[in-house]
């Protein structure tokens, strides 16, 4: 197994994925989650 570190390098999964790398995904995909509920409540 093998993840991204926050500098886009794979590591082997020895690496530990903390809370501080994923902030930015997890916030962009409860953005892109509310943008299309509320496009889709107003078509």
Same mark, same amino acid.
């Given at each position: 197994?093998?993840?991204?570190?926050?500098?886009?390098? =794979?590591?082997? &999964?020895?690496? $530990? #994925? /903390?809370?501080?790398? =994923?902030?930015? &995904?997890?916030? $962009? #995909? /409860?953005?892109?989650?509310?943008?299309?509920?509320?496009?889709?409540?107003?078509?």
């Amino acid at each position: 197994m093998f993840v991204v570190n926050n500098n886009g390098v =794979l590591e082997n &999964d020895k690496s $530990k #994925i /903390t809370g501080k790398i =994923l902030d930015a &995904d997890v916030n $962009k #995909i /409860t953005e892109q989650g509310v943008d299309f509920i509320l496009h889709t409540m107003y078509m």
